[in-house]
Nanobody, 119 residues
Framework: QVQLVESGGGLVQAGGSLRLSCVAS????????MGWYRQCPGKPREFVAS???????NYADSVKGRFTISRDNAKNTAYLEMNSLKPDDTAVYYC?????????????WGQGTQVTVSS
């Protein structure tokens, strides 16, 4: 059973930085895609960033140039470096790992970590 555990959230002032971590445990699976999503109360979960095993990245327009996604396969860990944080970045951040087997995508989610940016 694969589990993802996020950490690194907290309270930070606008303009500050945080680094989120997502550790996969319980299996030796190597995720084909790692991603970060976020959700504000009353709003749907939204895409933030993703990183494929081949190295290609994608970012939401709202975070381009400020956030960087990375992964350390040896540690089964993905990171989200967040700089120049804004109050609008306040949300619960979720890590998602995807494993592709043929045409089937298996999604695994973490429990989330709260990020609060004060103005």
């Amino acid at each position: 059973q694969v589990q993802l555990v996020e950490s690194g959230g907290g309270l930070v002032q606008a303009g500050g930085s945080l680094r989120l971590s997502c550790v996969a445990s319980g299996s030796m699976f190597s995720f084909d895609v790692m991603g970060w999503y976020r959700q504000c109360p009353g709003k749907p979960r939204e895409f933030v960033a993703s990183l494929a095993s081949g190295g290609s990245t994608n970012y939401a327009d709202s975070v381009k140039g400020r956030f960087t996604i990375s992964r350390d396969n040896a540690k089964n860990t993905a990171y989200l470096e967040m700089n120049s944080l804004k109050p609008d970045d306040t949300a619960v951040y979720y890590c998602k790992g995807q494993i592709v087997r043929g045409l089937i995508w298996y999604d695994y989610w973490g429990q989330g970590t709260q990020v609060t940016v004060s103005s």
